[in-house]
C-alpha cells in the first residue's frame, strides 16, 4: 500500500514560488500517475495538475498553466510541484494523489490514495 506525504507549503508573498514534495511509499509508484488537487476554505477540492506514470504527459487546470510545472522522479518516488508567480488566491491546502491507472485526469475519483495535505498561504 502506497502512502504520500506532502511537503515545501508554507507563507509566501503574491509573486514568490514555493516548491512542493510528495514522497511516496510502498509499492506501485511508478506504474501510477500522480496528481495534484487543492482545497480552499469553504470550496471543494479542485484539480491542479497531473503526470503519467512515464512524466512525459503533463496536464494542467487552466489557472495555473504557464506558471506551475509537475514532475516526477520514478527513482526517489517523489512528485514534486513547482509553483511560480504565486497568486493569494493559490492560497489552500495542496494534496498529492496516486491515480488508479497509468495515465489519471482532473477528477477526484480517478485517484486512490491521497496525502494529508500540506498548507500554502499567498498573501497580497
Do not use: H
Not at 5 to 18: D, T, Y
Not at 20 to 31: E, K, R, T
Not at 48 to 55: F, P
Not at 84 to 95: C, S
Amino acid at each position: 500500500q502506497v502512502q504520500l506525504v506532502e511537503s515545501g507549503g508554507g507563507l509566501v508573498q503574491a509573486g514568490g514560488s514555493l516548491r512542493l514534495s510528495c514522497a511516496a511509499s510502498g509499492l506501485a509508484f511508478s506504474s501510477s500517475a500522480l496528481g495534484w488537487f487543492r482545497q480552499a476554505p469553504g470550496k471543494e477540492r479542485e484539480f491542479v495538475a497531473t503526470i503519467n506514470r512515464s512524466g512525459i504527459n503533463t496536464y494542467y487546470a487552466d489557472s495555473v498553466k504557464g506558471r506551475f510545472t509537475i514532475s516526477r522522479d520514478n527513482a526517489k518516488n517523489t512528485v514534486y510541484l513547482q509553483m511560480n508567480t504565486l497568486k493569494p488566491e493559490d492560497t489552500a491546502v495542496y494534496y498529492c494523489a496516486q491515480g488508479w491507472t497509468s495515465s489519471s485526469g482532473t477528477r477526484p475519483e480517478e485517484y486512490s490514495r491521497w496525502g494529508q495535505g500540506t498548507q500554502v498561504t499567498v498573501s497580497s
